[in-house]
């Protein structure tokens, strides 16, 4: 991983347009989670994005990204990540996270969400209401200056002193021209390592938590993560701008 102090560092005209991304893309999110509801099959709400992502003039990120086949990834319970829209419809008790990305003008945003359908067990609440909360201790350590490993560990630190746990084998991720760019940012680690962070660094730090085991697996669909245990996983995702201060959340 490059240690230099230029990856990933956006100009102001660049920024410009990422923040128009993250706006579109939060107000597609805000819509999308209102449709969530008992007896909606994950394919409607994938076509429902697909009619938002039309309306806000923008380019689904995810649709044909190595072959994936929707705008959204759905992950229900024991989900983690990348669940792909089928006619599996929403049950009262299951946690549901959406996962978009989008492009406006050439330049990415990414974007996930956890939420409950009807009544949901009090524990699952308390995971995403867990995974959210580090999402926002991660983001918290992003400032100038800081290791990137200190917004690792924030996360960690947080989940793991809930009795939850971090998956390991993904992670968020820079971005910008590309949905994917330098540096990985993962939710584990020791503070105090990997690259500087540097104002104008645009990062998609995004916390997938677990309340067993963190280890995964992938589904012969070869996409979809579950969790090893079958126990629920709750994902939150922000894109985010590294500034001298307080970060700026593009997708607020
Ligand atoms: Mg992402």
Redesign the pocket.
């Known amino acids: 991983m490059d240690q230099g102090n230029k990856i990933g560092i956006k100009t102001g005209e660049e920024l410009v347009l990422l923040r128009e991304a993250g706006k579109r893309l939060s107000a597609i999110v805000k819509e999308l989670k209102c449709s969530l509801k008992t007896g909606i099959s994950t394919q409607e709400i994938d076509a429902l994005a697909e009619i938002l992502i039309k309306e806000y003039d923008v380019v689904p990120a995810f649709k044909g990204y190595r072959g994936f086949p929707s705008c959204v990834c759905v992950s229900i319970n024991d989900e983690v990540v990348h669940g792909i829209p089928s006619k599996r419809k929403l049950e009262n008790g299951d946690i549901v996270s959406l996962?978009v990305?989008i492009i406006y003008k050439g330049y990415y945003s990414?974007m996930?969400v956890t939420a409950g359908i009807g009544n949901i067990d009090p524990e699952f609440q308390r995971l995403i209401d867990v995974t959210k909360e580090s999402l926002y201790r991660g983001i918290e350590q992003a400032k100038e200056n800081n290791h990137l490993s200190d917004v690792s560990h924030a996360i960690q630190s947080y989940v793991e002193g809930n009795n939850y746990s971090v998956v390991r084998e993904f992670v968020?991720?820079g971005i910008g021209k590309q949905l994917h760019e330098d540096p990985e940012i993962p939710n584990f680690g020791e503070p105090n390592n990997g690259p500087v962070l540097k104002s104008g660094m645009v990062l998609?730090i995004?916390p997938m938590v677990n309340i067993g085991d963190w280890r995964t697996k992938i589904l012969n669909d070869g996409w979809t993560v579950v969790t090893k245990d079958g126990k629920p996983s709750a994902h939150f995702?922000h894109s985010i701008v590294v500034t001298k201060e307080k970060p700026e959340i593009l997708t607020r």
Do not use: N
């Open positions: 996962d990305g990414d996930a968020g991720h998609a995004e995702e």
